[in-house]
C-alpha cells in the first residue's frame, strides 16, 4: 500500500475552471484518486470510484461537502450536509414535493412554458441565450414552485451563485461571496409560511415541520437548499443545450427526427458538462482505492466531469452523441444523496430540448463567455444568430 | 436471489422500470411495485441492471 499519486494542479485556478476536461483526462490517467497538495484536496477521479464513494456515504460523509471550514458550518442542519440518521429525515421532507410522482401535475405547465418562450426567440431570429433563456425559465419555475414573490424573487440568482461560490476553498472568489451568501442565510433563518405563497411547496415544508416530521426550525434550511441547488445548476445545463446543440447541428437534427431522443439527448448534455465541477466529502476511516490508501479525515473532492468522461465507463467518452442515452451520468450524483431535484431538472431541461428542437432547425453560437466560479460550471454569455425557424 | 426495496428512500424516479419491465413498474400513485421479488439465473442480468441504474440506491439484491 502506497500514498496516492499528486499532482501540482490547481483546481481552482481561473483557467482551469473555464475549461477542466484537459486537467481531468490529465489527474485521471495519473490514478483513480490523486492529491493535489496545493489545495489540499484528495481528488476521485475514474467513474467507479467515484460511483462507490457516493454508494458508500458512512466512509464519505457529507458532514464537508464544501472546501472551506465556514460553509460546512453555514450548512450543518441541511440535508446536504448532514449524514444518517438526521440526513434520511431531512431529505424524506425535501424531495416529497420534489419527486417525480409530486410533479407530475406540472409537466403541462413547465412545457408550455418552455414553448411559449422558445417559440418566441425563434421567432426574433437570434438573442442572448443565458438572459433571456438559461435564466429566465429555471427562475421563473422555480420561484413559482416554492412561492418566492417580492424582493425575494429578484434575489433569487445573486443568492443561488452565491451559495455555490462559496462552497469553493477560501479564495478571492468564495470570499466576495459570503456576504451574499450571508443573505440568503439570513432571509432563510428568519422566513415564515406566510412568506411563500399559498400551495407552494415550499409552504409544504412548513406544513411538515409543524407536523413534527422534521425538528422545529428545520424548514428554512430546506428553503435554502431550494435555492442554493436549484438555480444556478439548471441554469448551467440549460446554457449548455443551447450551446452544444449550436455546435452540433447535426445532433439536433436526430432529436427533430425522432423526439423520442429528447430524454437521452438532456441526459448526454448533463453527461458532456457537468454542472457541478467539484463536490466533497469528509473521509472517515482509511480506504483502498487501487493501490494507495486514501487517509482517516481527508478531505476528499469529487470531479463528477472526470469520471463522466471515464473511457474505462463510456465508449468514446468525449464524443457529444444524443443517442448514447447515459442514464448513469455522475451529474446529479448518486446514492442518498443523489440529487433531489433531478425529477425537476428533467422537467425543465426536456421541454426546453423539446422546444428547441420543434421551433429550430439551427443556429449559431459565438461569444461564448464563463467567467470561473468555484463550483457550478456555467456560461455567462452566449450568443444565438441566424436562428432557422422550424 | 431476491430483489430488496428500501421503501422510505425511493423516490420513484423510474428508471429500474425502464431497465427492467418485466420485474418491477411505478403504480398509478408513482410508487414503485415489485413484480417478480424473486428472480431467477435468467432475469438476474435485468435485475441487476435495474439495482444498478436506481440513482438513489433504493434497490440492493440479496442472494
Known amino acids: ?390 | 436471489m431476491r430483489i430488496e426495496l428500501d421503501r422510505p428512500r425511493c423516490e420513484g424516479h423510474g428508471l429500474c422500470e425502464e431497465a427492467a419491465p418485466e420485474l418491477m413498474h411505478l403504480d398509478d400513485d408513482g410508487e414503485l411495485v415489485l413484480d417478480v421479488p424473486e428472480v431467477d439465473a435468467a432475469d438476474a442480468a435485468a435485475a441487476n441492471a435495474a439495482v444498478r441504474i436506481c440513482p438513489v440506491a433504493a434497490l440492493r439484491l440479496s442472494v
Open chain 1, 1 to 390: 500500500m502506497t500514498a496516492p499519486a499528486e499532482s501540482d494542479v490547481d483546481l481552482w485556478d481561473d483557467a482551469i475552471l473555464a475549461d477542466p476536461y484537459p486537467v481531468y483526462t490529465e489527474l485521471r490517467e495519473l490514478a483513480p484518486v490523486v492529491y493535489l497538495p496545493r489545495n489540499d484536496v484528495y481528488v476521485l477521479t475514474r467513474y467507479d470510484t467515484i460511483r462507490d464513494a457516493l454508494g458508500d456515504p458512512e466512509t464519505f460523509s457529507s458532514t464537508s461537502i464544501g472546501f472551506n471550514p465556514m460553509v460546512n458550518e453555514a450548512l450543518a442542519g441541511t440535508s446536504l450536509a448532514s449524514d444518517a440518521p438526521l440526513h434520511t429525515q431531512l431529505r424524506a421532507v425535501l424531495s416529497a414535493n420534489l419527486t417525480p410522482r409530486a410533479l407530475r401535475g406540472l409537466k403541462v405547465v413547465i412545457d408550455e412554458k418552455a414553448d411559449k418562450l422558445v417559440a418566441a426567440l425563434a421567432a426574433g431570429g437570434g438573442f442572448e441565450a443565458v438572459d433571456a433563456l438559461a435564466r429566465a425559465f429555471p427562475l421563473d419555475i422555480v420561484s413559482d414552485l416554492i412561492g418566492f414573490e417580492g424582493p425575494v424573487k429578484a434575489n433569487m440568482l445573486r443568492w443561488g451563485q452565491a451559495a455555490m461560490q462559496v462552497i469553493g476553498p477560501l479564495n478571492q472568489r468564495t470570499q466576495e461571496s459570503f456576504p451574499i451568501a450571508g443573505e440568503l442565510y439570513e432571509w432563510c433563518s428568519s422566513v415564515t409560511a406566510r412568506d411563500l405563497l399559498p400551495g407552494s411547496i415550499g409552504r409544504g415544508i412548513f406544513d411538515a415541520e409543524a407536523r413534527g416530521e422534521i425538528p422545529a426550525g428545520y424548514a428554512g434550511n430546506i428553503i435554502h437548499q431550494y435555492l442554493g441547488a436549484g438555480v444556478d445548476t439548471t441554469i448551467a445545463s440549460i446554457g449548455n443545450i443551447v450551446a452544444l446543440f449550436g455546435r452540433h447541428p447535426e445532433q439536433l437534427e436526430l432529436v427533430r427526427e425522432d423526439p423520442a431522443l429528447v430524454p437521452a439527448a438532456f441526459a448526454e448534455v448533463l453527461r458532456y458538462w457537468a454542472p457541478i465541477h467539484v463536490w466533497g466529502r469528509r473521509v472517515t476511516r482509511d480506504v483502498e482505492i487501487g493501490s494507495a490508501v486514501l487517509p482517516a479525515g481527508a478531505q476528499a473532492g469529487i470531479l463528477f466531469g472526470a469520471g463522466n468522461h471515464d473511457p474505462r465507463h463510456y465508449e468514446n467518452p468525449d464524443t457529444f452523441d444524443v443517442t448514447r442515452n447515459p442514464v448513469d451520468h455522475l451529474s446529479f450524483g448518486y446514492g442518498p444523496h443523489g440529487c433531489a431535484g433531478q425529477g425537476l431538472a428533467k422537467l425543465e431541461g426536456h421541454a426546453i430540448v423539446s422546444a428547441l428542437a420543434r421551433h429550430m432547425k439551427s443556429w449559431t453560437v459565438s461569444g461564448e463567455q464563463r467567467i470561473p466560479s468555484n463550483i457550478t460550471r456555467s456560461l455567462e454569455q452566449l450568443q444565438v444568430t441566424g436562428v432557422e425557424a422550424a
